[in-house]
């Protein structure tokens, strides 16, 4: 079977001979927060609900996660990791480099619960389709809240960066993603000006000192190399609004590609593109729903 390389390789799906709680405290230090349901699907799919609520709860006795009760949900709760819940995990092979931030408090995990669960929301559509297609993409290969520098002191956050192993036939195409979820909280010219940050991160080269900074497209000194050897994609993925206004948001992003020049360089060499949540939950991320910001007709992800 042969491999194209468009990033780094993914991990895996969930081992049976990790344990379960293993599992869940990993999870939760890689996402941050997650629902009962969201934890159920990404790490259970099929199984009755106990088999996660079980486990859970005997972590919370022990005093590793927490959780609070969403509004309006029926009593739904997010679960998090406590402070030593935490500390545990950051020995964890899966976490190691990865920043813990514990919730000290329900009231600090209620400020946290609506971006943070529509990124897991989204994660799922895309673990969900994988599972359908055959592909590798399991619960800890998505990183959420990625920083890498920019030039002058600068930093670009973003909501998280995905792998994903593509499997057609005998061919193993390994890919990455920046994904931005967009909940219609910020104005559209703003969430269009992300565009520029990810033009500049493609194009930063950091200079030696007394020598003028580069602005020019990314080569061997380019700063992303550090951790991609492929510059990866740019997804949006918009939620929060009707359709209509939705549709609106996803031309402005398409009209600062246009009419940005780093903006539209770095689109003529890396795919971009932009869906609508319900629309990856409905039909997939390899539908024909993501519209690419270069222009053009709608198709998968995976072809942008």
Same mark, same amino acid.
């Given at each position: 079977?042969?491999? !194209? &390389?468009?990033?780094?390789?993914?991990?895996?799906?969930?081992?049976?001979?990790? %344990?379960?709680?293993?599992?869940?405290?990993?999870?939760? /230090?890689?996402?941050?927060? !997650?629902?009962?349901?969201?934890?159920?699907?990404?790490?259970?799919?099929?199984?009755?609900?106990?088999?996660?609520?079980?486990?859970?709860?005997?972590?919370?006795?022990?005093?590793?996660?927490?959780?609070?009760? @969403?509004?309006?949900?029926?009593?739904?709760?997010?679960?998090? #990791?406590?402070?030593?819940?935490?500390?545990?995990?950051?020995? &964890?092979?899966?976490?190691?480099?990865?920043?813990?931030?514990?919730?000290? +408090?329900?009231?600090?995990?209620?400020?946290?619960?609506?971006? $943070?669960?529509?990124?897991?929301?989204?994660?799922?559509? *895309?673990?969900?389709?994988?599972?359908?297609? /055959?592909?590798?993409?399991?619960?800890?290969?998505?990183?959420?809240?990625?920083?890498?520098?920019?030039?002058?002191?600068?930093?670009?956050?973003?909501?998280?960066?995905?792998?994903?192993?593509?499997?057609?036939?005998?061919?193993? $195409?390994?890919?990455?993603? *920046?994904?931005?979820?967009?909940?219609?909280?910020?104005? +559209?010219?703003?969430?269009?000006?992300?565009?520029?940050?990810?033009?500049?991160?493609?194009?930063?080269?950091?200079?030696?000192?007394?020598?003028?900074?580069?602005?020019? %497209?990314?080569?061997?000194?380019?700063?992303? @190399?550090?951790?991609?050897?492929?510059?990866?994609?740019?997804? *949006?993925?918009?939620? /929060? !609004?009707?359709?209509?206004?939705?549709?609106?948001?996803?031309?402005?992003?398409?009209?600062?590609?246009?009419?940005?020049?780093?903006?539209?360089?770095?689109?003529?060499?890396? %795919?971009?593109?932009? !869906?609508? #949540?319900?629309?990856?939950?409905?039909? /997939? %991320?390899?539908?024909?729903?993501?519209?690419?910001?270069?222009?053009?007709?709608?198709?998968?992800?995976?072809?942008?």
């Amino acid at each position: 079977m042969t491999t !194209a &390389f468009e990033a780094m390789p993914s991990g895996r799906t969930p081992s049976p001979i990790e %344990p379960l709680p293993h599992q869940l405290l990993a999870v939760l /230090g890689q996402h941050r927060m !997650a629902t009962s349901n969201q934890l159920h699907e990404l790490l259970r799919p099929g199984a009755a609900r106990q088999t996660v609520s079980a486990p859970l709860n005997k972590l919370r006795r022990d005093g590793l996660v927490d959780y609070t009760v @969403l509004p309006q949900s029926n009593r739904s709760r997010a679960w998090y #990791l406590t402070s030593e819940g935490a500390r545990l995990t950051r020995d &964890f092979p899966a976490l190691r480099g990865r920043p813990a931030y514990p919730i000290n +408090s329900a009231t600090a995990a209620s400020l946290k619960t609506p971006h $943070t669960l529509t990124v897991v929301r989204t994660h799922l559509a *895309f673990v969900t389709d994988a599972r359908r297609r /055959g592909d590798e993409h399991g619960h800890l290969d998505w990183t959420p809240e990625v920083s890498h520098p920019l030039s002058d002191g600068e930093r670009i956050i973003t909501d998280a960066v995905m792998h994903y192993t593509l499997i057609e036939d005998e061919e193993r $195409t390994k890919l990455r993603a *920046f994904v931005e979820v967009d909940r219609a909280t910020m104005g +559209s010219e703003r969430l269009a000006s992300k565009l520029i940050e990810y033009a500049r991160l493609w194009s930063y080269e950091p200079q030696p000192a007394g020598r003028p900074r580069s602005r020019q %497209p990314a080569a061997g000194g380019a700063v992303w @190399l550090r951790w991609y050897p492929v510059f990866p994609r740019v997804l *949006f993925v918009l939620t /929060g !609004a009707s359709r209509y206004v939705l549709s609106h948001r996803i031309n402005d992003l398409q009209a600062m590609t246009a009419e940005h020049p780093l903006v539209g360089t770095l689109a003529r060499q890396v %795919p971009m593109g932009a !869906a609508i #949540l319900d629309d990856l939950e409905d039909r /997939g %991320p390899t539908d024909d729903v993501w519209a690419p910001l270069a222009g053009g007709a709608s198709k998968p992800w995976t072809q942008l």
